[in-house]
């Protein structure tokens, strides 16, 4: 039964409802959060939880940090946060095998996305590294790291990225030079990565054009989805590291140019 309160909101004191507009919000925004649900539904959000948690038996909903998606769900357009949290151990096992292009001294680029703040995370503070980067939270986890020299790119902030991004940006890194970059893709398909927006392509493209080499990080994942705007082409990737669950199909997909690493994670 769904009856007002509180000036008017609606309070759903039904839990078959409840779960109804919780997979109604789902299907509208791919990610419901359980605090909002809480003060939108006017219930707490212990109970928002035990309905997700039920939705979630039913394989109606997939759990996340603080929340849920659709089942499989984690698309390109979900909130950085819950890209984040999703496949977290295969994007730990990812970064610590592409920590081997991390050489003493060198400097490299180090793109906006889930998979490269994990390599930020993990990079050792002995090697003095420098790194050039356009992702706030990267910024954040570098910012103080003993040893590291952070390079950080101002433009214009994009939320769903957590990244500066922009003519500012492109023109900034077209000033530099590094010997990697550690690229992030939304999504890989026959002709190259791709990722969501025309601006987070340009800073990529851009990064691309002062790399000596491109290592692209994602995990198997992206192997399946789609996203609009391209890129580059896979010859332009040097090397790809993913983990085991990528299939023989993909692997042939890659340019013969392109070294595969596969993470057991």
Partial sequence: MVTGERGGE??????PERR???LRRLRETGYVSAPDLGAD?????RTVRRDL???AEFGL???VYGGAVAPGGVT???PFGVRSQARSEQKRAIAELALRFVQPGATVGLDAGTTTLELARLLPG????TVVTHSLPAMTVLGERPGTTLIGLGGLHHPPTQAFTGPDTVAAIGRLRVHTFFLAASGLGERGAYCATPLD???????????DHVVLLADSAKLRQTAPVPICEHSEIGAFVTDAAITRAQRAALSPGTRLLVADG
């Avoid at 609606?10 to 839990?15: E, F, P, V």
């Avoid at 539904?41 to 959000?45: F, G, I, K, Q, T």
């Avoid at 002995?126 to 590294?129: A, K, L, M, N």
């Avoid at 392509?201 to 790399?211: L, P, Y």
């Fill in 61 to 63: 909903v997939e759990l």
């Fill in 10 to 15: 609606l309070r759903y004191n039904s839990a």
């Fill in 126 to 129: 002995d090697r003095d590294v």
């Fill in 20 to 22: 109804e507009e919780i």
């Fill in 41 to 45: 539904l006017a219930v707490s959000e």
């Fill in 53 to 55: 948690q039920r939705l």
């Fill in 201 to 211: 392509a340009e800073v990529k493209r851009a990064f691309i054009g002062i790399a």
């Fill in 76 to 78: 390109p357009r979900s």
